[in-house]
T-cell receptor, first 114, second 109 residues
Framework: DAMVIQNPRYQVTQFGKPVTLSCSQT?????MYWYQQKSSQAPKLLFH???????NEADTPDNFQSRRPNTSFCFLDIRSPGLGDAAMYLC?????????????FGPGTRLLVL | GQNIDQPTEMTATEGAIVQINCTYQ??????LFWYQQHAGEAPTFLSY??LDGLEEKGRFSSFLSRSKGYSYLLLKELQMKDSASYLC??????????WGAGTKLIIKP
């Protein structure tokens, strides 16, 4: 089945220790998104790639970076995690340019910062 | 600013019907989405409306009035597994999704 995969599902890191979250997709979608979601809050868009073009949200801290080495993979790097970065990180994909462009989500990575 | 409003929490009884409302104020409109999110899991797509009217999908229906900036999600024959948060999201004129904070639906036996 075509899907969005995120690894790991749970990540524990130490304050200030860099961490990388990964996302892959078999949907052949041209857009990939990274969201941060805290409990009982709306998902907050951090950035997205439209094909190879990187689009950063204005209020995304510099501490968050992303890489998309190819169509299928996208990475979220948190350079120096703080306690406030503990959250669920959601990867989503969509096919823009054709019709509805629904976003489909991976299962998420829950990040705990100690 | 752009804004999506949904009730924070609702309670309903198994087997009953519940309507979850969503009002929005956005820069432009290019469609409205409803997602279901179980606790600790990712959102899953439920429905999409871009024209006024009702879209029906089994036990779930979604309604849109663009002139009123209003949508609702109607869930019929409620089951315990429907206990989840329901998120409303609007695509604005820049094709960005603006998300509501979600409505937590509690189903009681």
């Amino acid at each position: 089945d075509a899907m969005v995969i995120q690894n790991p599902r749970y990540q524990v890191t130490q304050f200030g220790k860099p961490v990388t979250l990964s996302c892959s997709q078999t949907l052949n979608h041209n857009v990939m998104y990274w969201y941060q979601q805290k409990s009982s809050q709306a998902p907050k868009l951090l950035f997205h790639y439209y094909d190879k073009d990187f689009n950063n949200e204005a209020d995304t801290p510099d501490n968050f970076q992303s890489r998309r080495p190819n169509t299928s993979f996208c990475f979220l790097d948190i350079r120096s995690p703080g306690l406030g970065d503990a959250a669920m990180y959601l990867c989503a994909t969509s096919r823009e340019g054709t019709g509805v462009a629904t976003q489909y989500f991976g299962p998420g990575t829950r990040l705990l910062v100690l | 600013g752009q804004n999506i409003d949904q009730p924070t929490e609702m309670t309903a009884t198994e087997g009953a019907i519940v309507q979850i409302n969503c009002t929005y104020q956005t820069s432009g409109f290019n469609g409205l989405f409803w997602y279901q999110q179980h606790a600790g899991e990712a959102p899953t797509f439920l429905s999409y409306n871009v024209l006024d009217g009702l879209e029906e999908k089994g036990r779930f229906s979604s309604f849109l009035s663009r002139s009123k900036g209003y949508s609702y999600l109607l869930l019929k024959e409620l089951q315990m597994k429907d206990s989840a948060s329901y998120l409303c999201a609007v695509r604005d004129s820049n094709y960005q999704l603006i998300w509501g904070a979600g409505t937590k639906l509690i189903i009681k036996p």
